[in-house]
């Protein structure tokens, strides 16, 4: 961190204030690029805590662009292969993506696992890992591809990052309802939510509501958890209820 600089003093003490970063736990490195980019480095609890510490970097006054180096500290640390072994199942096994082609990157080799040749095909995804950090290249058909693919990468045991590079072909205007529209479909994906039906979900200006009635805490982080993997949410407000 540049001693003195007050631009890093501002978010480092915007950064404290907020607890779901919690900064003495998972301390944050701040740099600058010239006089007015933000670096942002280290491990963080969770998506929420890298989403939430990017937007406040990114809205100090005089910031005028955000370097995200943040990791997810994971809780099952895994190997790049394993990661990516994984992934692939995962996306092999989603019903709304059998008709893409899956390829993966090994050894700096590319190796097709699915192959999708006919009219039908909504995608041709090439799947990385390095360092856990997971990267998604290539083309899907909707941005509801697109941001499936982004949250089963995300749900990969040992994961800390996802970088999503896929391209919508042709292109889509995106908007709130389809940001509802695929976080419901995630939802009814998720193992950890057993009763999907009983969440409502609302979405303004790419801020996602959760409302309704789940059977306990860890299911209501989960479903938070579920709406801030999302690619372009920037905030989630979590209103659900505990209850039977």
Known sequence: MQNGNPILKSVRAML???????????????????????VLEGDVGDIA???????????????????????LASAEPRGDGEILDMLMTALRDAR???????RLMKKEETV??????DDNASGDMLVSVTDGVVTLDGWVISLSHKRLAGVLAWWAPGCRDVVNALEVQPPEE???????????????????????????VRTENYVVTLEGLVSSQAEKERAEQDAWCLFAVDKVINQLTVGS
């Open 16 to 38: 404290e204030r907020e607890p779901r970063i919690n900064l003495h736990r998972w301390p944050v490195s701040l740099d600058m690029i010239g006089d007015s980019v933000v």
């Open 49 to 71: 805590a890298k989403k939430i510490a990017i937007e406040i970097a990114g809205a100090t006054p005089e910031v005028r662009g955000v370097v995200d180096r943040l990791r």
């Open 96 to 102: 709304e993506l059998k008709n893409c082609t899956l």
């Open 112 to 117: 097709t696992v699915q192959e999708i040749r």
């Open 174 to 200: 995106d908007n709130d309802d389809e940001v509802t529209d695929a976080l419901s479909l995630v939802l009814e994906l998720d193992p950890m939510i057993p009763h999907p039906e009983q969440i409502r």
